[in-house]
Nanobody, 117 residues
Framework: QVQLVESGGGWVQPGGSLRLSCAAS????????MRWFRQTPGKERELVAT????????TYASSVKGRFTISRDNAQNTVYLQMNSLKPEDTAVYYC??????????WGQGTQVTVSS
């Protein structure tokens, strides 16, 4: 059974930091490109960050570049999103995604991140 379990969300003041984790099981983690998305009510899900299977390449949305860092530990089947200098507009539900192929992908249940004073 495939599972992606996100954790680490919560409330933080503007300028603060959070580290999200996504623990994967039920598939070959090292074969998946891993991605973090986020979504706010009434808006489409937005791709935030991507990391390749070996972790050698990362890409970021322009809105988070320089503030967020995606990383992965293939031995622990976990992907992370370090979020620094958080802004109120970063408030969203953050989702972990495992991209296997154009027709195979898995989603976590999401974790809420709220940035406010």
């Amino acid at each position: 059974q495939v599972q992606l379990v996100e954790s680490g969300g919560g409330w933080v003041q503007p300028g603060g930091s959070l580290r999200l984790s996504c623990a994967a099981s039920g598939f070959t983690f090292s074969s998946a490109t891993m991605r973090w998305f986020r979504q706010t009510p009434g808006k489409e899900r937005e791709l935030v960050a991507t990391i390749t299977r070996g972790g050698g390449s990362t890409t970021y949305a322009s809105s988070v570049k320089g503030r967020f860092t995606i990383s992965r530990d293939n031995a622990q089947n976990t992907v992370y999103l370090q979020m620094n200098s958080l802004k109120p507009e970063d408030t969203a539900v953050y989702y972990c995604n495992a991209y296997i192929s154009p027709i195979i992908g898995y989603w976590g249940q999401g974790t809420q991140v709220t940035v406010s004073s």
